[in-house]
């Protein structure tokens, strides 16, 4: 359907591209191959190029030889009778059951040990426990010492790292693929997970459940750092209020993006599933948070909302922006209908609040 595509934020603008957009890709062999970036290497790829030789070898085999005696024993007249009508041979039924028996069993030990390595956490891991918190659309961390960050996330390079995930909604995965580490998210459950990154670079978190609308969009930068950099706690470096303005607002996007507002709000004035932040063009049901009146002041747009069932028009300002972060429910803009329940709460500090507004003041227009 064409409208779908139009409302679908993937390509609505370059503002949009995922979070490690600008990061380099790290370096692949010539097999297409990344370089060893974490202790799951060896079980994951151990067993992955066992399994594909093995499955190479008996492809060549079986076709071999399927194709040799179709060709070498095909009827060579038209009145040919069948040389043999053999319909069991009991010693080679056995032996390619037997075979790959033994074959599949070296497959199930060796990825049984793996996920067993993988899945007990060492005591050195234990002392260095993060928290994966999954929700639609977005990961929280929270780090040993309980600092948290959004969508993006920073390991220690060459320190064993223990991840426990969370649901707060439905089912999700945590996958680190460059690192060979996938692990369900299973709401209600806590689910744990280990491994040492080896290389330090910028590699990429996805989700791997089908957890809705915006699934593909949940992803998540995950930075592997020296010891020093990780001291220095690049995630939790919030602008003061004293900082340059533009230092402010790239910061309030990055939290746009990183606390998964873009999930649903663009900024583009396009329609999504919450409010655009950004009016859209003219006509366009999307009135964005501000807007610059004559005197190019930037002032709050008008906009109803429902609150306790009762419909009301409200001036946009840092009050009511506060109120709909920590309380989605409570006052609701029309979406179709007054949809309670569309918006999960999100819990931001204070300084991270006024450099979200300050990004969503720079969205005003005229
Ligand atoms: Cu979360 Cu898919």
Redesign the pocket.
């Known amino acids: 359907m064409i409208t779908y595509l139009i409302q679908d934020p993937q390509g609505a603008s370059k503002e949009e591209a995922p979070p490690w957009a600008d990061s380099p890709a790290p370096e692949i062999d010539a097999y297409g191959q990344l370089p060893k970036l974490a202790s799951t290497f060896d079980h994951v790829d151990g067993l992955f190029y066992f399994t594909y030789a093995v499955c190479i070898f008996f492809f060549v085999i079986i076709t071999g030889v399927l194709l040799y005696s179709a060709v070498a024993h095909r009827r060579k007249t038209w009145d040919q009778k069948p040389i043999s009508n053999f319909t069991h041979n009991t010693p080679l039924e056995v032996i390619w059951t037997i075979i790959p028996l033994i074959i599949v069993m070296v497959m199930f030990a060796w990825g049984f040990k793996g996920a067993l390595d993988m899945t007990t956490v060492p005591q050195a891991a234990k002392q260095n426990t993060y928290k994966a918190s999954?929700k639609?659309?977005a990961w929280t961390f929270t780090y040993p010492d309980g600092t948290e960050s959004y969508s993006e996330v920073w390991f220690e390079v060459n320190k064993p790292v223990h991840v426990i995930t969370e649901s707060q909604d439905?089912?999700?995965?945590f996958y680190l693929p460059s690192m060979r580490v996938k692990r369900d998210?299973v709401p209600g459950r806590f689910q744990s997970v280990w491994f040492e990154p080896t290389m330090k670079g910028d590699f990429h978190l996805?989700?791997?459940?089908?957890?809705?609308k915006s699934?593909?969009r949940?992803y998540s930068k995950v930075h592997v750092v020296d010891s020093a950099t990780f001291a220095s706690q690049p995630w939790n470096q919030v602008p003061e209020d004293d900082a340059p303005i533009e230092d402010r607002i790239a910061y309030g996007k990055q939290l746009w993006k990183g606390a998964g507002c873009y999930a649903c709000h663009n900024i583009t004035g396009i329609e999504n599933t919450g409010p655009s932040w950004k009016a859209g063009p003219e006509g366009s049901p999307e009135m964005g948070l501000f807007t610059k009146n004559a005197d190019g002041e930037i002032v709050g747009t008008q906009r109803e909302v429902s609150e306790n069932g009762e419909v009301t028009t409200i001036t946009v300002d840092e009050d009511y922006i506060k109120e709909s972060i920590a309380y989605p429910a409570k006052k609701i803009v029309w979406r179709g209908r007054y949809k309670v329940g569309g918006m999960p709460a999100a819990n931001l500090s204070d300084d991270k609040l006024s450099c979200l507004i300050d990004f969503m003041k720079s969205l005003a227009d005229n």
Request: charged residues 5%; proline residues 0%.
């Open positions: 999954a639609q659309w439905v089912l999700h995965a998210v996805f989700c791997a459940e089908y957890c809705g699934h593909s949940m």
